[in-house]
């Protein structure tokens, strides 16, 4: 009875490295997951933002993240100068602005 349990033992012995092996495969495919489902979408959408705010240009339209409408009558390297209404100014940050607006 010791034998066979010692070569139980020693079988069950080279299961547990495949077992190693199995849980290292699945934490690399879990990664592999979050990379496509939460990591490059957010990367795809920064960059996207960050164009965005580069093309903005005097004239535009545009709303802010704080529901500002109004147009671009001065950008700087970090602000953009906005009429909310006639001879009425604010100045917000480029990051602010959330979208342009389009027919109005």
Not at 8 to 19: D, E, I, K, L, M
Not at 95 to 102: E, F, P, R, Y
């Amino acid at each position: 009875m010791n034998i066979a349990h010692a070569l139980g033992n020693q079988a069950g012995a080279g299961q547990g490295g495949a077992s190693q092996w199995m849980g290292l495969l699945s934490l690399v495919l879990l990664f592999v997951v979050f990379y496509f489902l939460l990591i490059r979408p957010q990367q795809k959408r920064a960059k996207q933002q960050k164009m965005f705010i580069e093309n903005l240009k005097k004239g535009d339209k545009v709303v802010t993240s704080g529901g500002l409408y109004g147009t671009i009558t001065g950008i700087t390297d970090d602000t953009v100068t906005l009429e909310i209404a006639d001879k009425i100014r604010v100045k917000v940050l480029k990051g602010a602005i959330a979208n342009i607006v389009k027919g109005e």
